[in-house]
């Protein structure tokens, strides 16, 4: 097969895998110098990193001569970054791996996500589970001239809508359809100084380049089991790296999002800081529009002066603060270690010290434990915010929150989901109809 295809095509895909049997596909190329074609695809289409190393991989396939697709029943390899974060990516990504195996026969189907490092037993359990250890062992079958580790800085939503063939559910495939239709009125019917339209236009903005400045963190919250991905430790990239990858693609006008499983522990195993980061950024690239996604609200208790400061005399217009919940109770159940009304305080704050600054946070619904009035809080908590990213609790067997008490029953949590999001859209409506009637809040 391969000595009569010379241009095969290769499926990435992200979701599972079993024992990637790396030996074997070396085994079966040929001496000559193969070039092959490549779809992305995946499950946990939010997570960032996920979309980061599947932007990564494509522009190393492409750069070696490879091409990429989005049929994968043109492909000899499916890449396939599987999610193991949560119960639910899990036997999504198992799910959909093994129709990809079922359906495409031939094809090789390849793991490059973080399933197997999560559950490491599946591999036996799986033996048709093909996946690779790390990310650079792609470098034996795919690389021509070019490593992977060679490629940096990556508009992740432009290749997400263009090149990953995520699967979608038909709820999924609804849900999108009238969130284009909701954003279609609202770009039209909106002022130009709106708000809202600047939130709307931030959301759905092509040219954030996305770096990543460092992995793990120094939390252990309850319901979380990356560290099994990212190790127990902080491990951050040198500024002088992070500068160099930024002046790959700097231009003016571009957005810069610094991202990290945690950016407030940037640099506490190097003896740097957020702070000495960005001011080195700003330096090299004076007034560069920067996001800082992923501040554990810690960190601005702890360090709040020198995180006003930086707002009010650098280009930062937009952070993410994960909240997770407006309930202290549940916060004690999550292990998270802050307190929300400082924390608020200090975000209203934030804002006087800076009126172009954009502020998300995340919101955990139904958590083992939440009760109707600690629910009622976390609504309360939306108003603060420019943008929320609320998700259902999500068990995992192998996170600490899986062996708490009274875990919320899947239709409740449904419910309470449903009934935050009607809530939040009618903010959305609320704050809406105030910018027609009076312009700016």
Not at 167 to 196: A, C, E, R
Not at 227 to 253: C, L, P, W
Request: net charge positive; charged share 25%; glycine share 4%.
């Amino acid at each position: 097969m391969y000595q009569e295809i010379e241009t095969l095509t290769i499926y990435l895909n992200i979701n599972t895998i079993t024992n990637i049997h790396l030996a074997q596909l070396r085994k079966t190329l040929t001496m000559k110098q193969q070039k092959f074609t490549v779809n992305l695809s995946g499950a946990n289409r939010q997570c960032r990193f996920n979309n980061m190393h599947l932007a990564r991989v494509k522009r190393f396939l492409e750069s070696n001569g490879h091409r990429v697709t989005m049929d994968a029943k043109d492909a000899d390899y499916i890449l396939f970054h599987s999610c193991g974060t949560f119960d639910i990516f899990k036997e999504e990504s198992l799910d959909i791996y093994n129709q990809y195996v079922q359906s495409e026969g031939k094809t090789k189907v390849i793991d490059i996500g973080c399933l197997t490092k999560i559950y490491p037993e599946l591999p036996q359990e799986n033996s048709d589970l093909t996946y690779t250890k790390e990310m650079d062992d792609l470098n034996s079958i795919f690389s021509l001239d070019k490593k992977l580790n060679e490629f940096h800085g990556f508009t992740c939503q432009s290749i997400v809508d263009t090149s990953f063939s995520y699967p979608q559910s038909k709820t999924g495939k609804i849900l999108k359809l009238g969130h284009k239709i909701k954003d279609f009125f609202l770009y039209k019917m909106l002022p130009k100084k709106s708000h809202l339209l600047k939130v709307l236009q931030e959301i759905h903005r092509n040219d954030k380049y996305f770096v990543e400045i460092s992995r793990g963190c120094v939390g252990n919250c309850s319901y979380c089991i990356e560290k099994r991905v990212t190790g127990k430790t902080v491990t951050s990239r040198s500024i002088q790296d992070i500068i160099d990858e930024i002046a790959q693609f700097y231009q003016k006008n571009i957005k810069l999002c610094l991202t990290s499983d945690d950016c407030g522990a940037y640099g506490i195993d190097i003896k740097e800081n957020i702070f000495s980061l960005i001011k080195a950024i700003n330096d090299k690239f004076p007034g560069l529009d920067i996001q800082l996604c992923n501040i554990y609200p810690m960190w601005i208790e702890k360090y709040e002066s020198e995180y006003l400061n930086l707002i009010q005399n650098f280009n930062i217009t937009s952070i993410n603060v994960p909240i997770q919940t407006g309930s202290h109770t549940v916060l004690k159940l999550m292990n998270r270690k802050y307190s929300i009304n400082n924390v608020i305080r200090i975000i209203r704050e934030i804002r006087k010290r800076s009126s172009k600054i954009l502020v998300w946070t995340h919101i955990i619904i139904g958590f083992p434990g939440e009760t109707g009035d600690d629910f009622k809080k976390s609504i309360k908590l939306i108003k603060e915010f420019d943008f929320c990213f609320c998700y259902p609790y999500s068990n995992s067997k192998e996170a600490p929150s899986s062996k708490l008490d009274n875990h919320i029953p899947a239709l409740k949590k449904f419910l309470r989901n449903f009934h935050f999001r009607i809530s939040y859209y009618f903010l959305i409506i609320k704050r809406f109809c105030f910018e027609l009637l009076y312009g700016n809040p």
